[in-house]
């Protein structure tokens, strides 16, 4: 199976590189930590029974995929060295996956390109790719109230017919539904509030999850 990838439309231009390594990073040696039972169950079966076979392939231990092979006559030193290999590659896997998009203005115009670019890269991938092997990708849109004032600035401008407007807003939501309809895709679209809300957004929205920012006492 094709590991999913993550696009972020980083609108905010909030993303650090940094901290979003040290995140990745956190969370693939908790759940190698979290493993570390099993292998070294493993690990003793296989000595037992005295086989190099690796009875882990399939199992998941930072992602889909990533197996865990240990070898029955491997001394600690060389299975540490082999682990923290494993450890080094399943990061740079997770890391390899994730795509931050930062259009250089605030308009809707640049994320209709991108939206574009991607459905004909996935639409050049599915005639190479199994269709049921293939793993949906999400697309992460931070954040949907950044262009807020701009646009409602943009449709309030009088045009010739009965176009809505010169913000290019509802040409961006329906390249959105052209790839959801096209590919296996998830959308998750972050906002800091309700203004300015699009009809065709809501209409998209199967799930809502509101987020409070906890305060240490």
Known sequence: MV?????????DHCFNPIKLMLAVREAVLRRFHETSVARKWVTGLMAASDTRASILEGTTMAEEGFCMQLDDDDGDNDVSAREKKMIDHAIAS????????QPKDFTYLA?????ESLRQSLDQESKHTNHAQAAPTMIMIDSISTLDASTQYQESLPT?????GLSDRNEFYRQLIRLRDSHQ??????????AGRCSIWDKMITHRVSM?????D
């Open 212 to 216: 409070r920012k906890r305060i240490n």
């Open 111 to 115: 994320l209709v390109a991108t939206l």
């Open 94 to 101: 997770c890391l390899g996956r994730i795509n931050i998009v």
């Open 160 to 164: 010739k017919g009965s176009q809505s």
């Open 185 to 194: 895709v998830a959308i998750i679209g972050t906002s800091l509030t309700t």
């Open 3 to 11: 590991e999913p990838r993550i696009i972020v439309l980083d609108i």
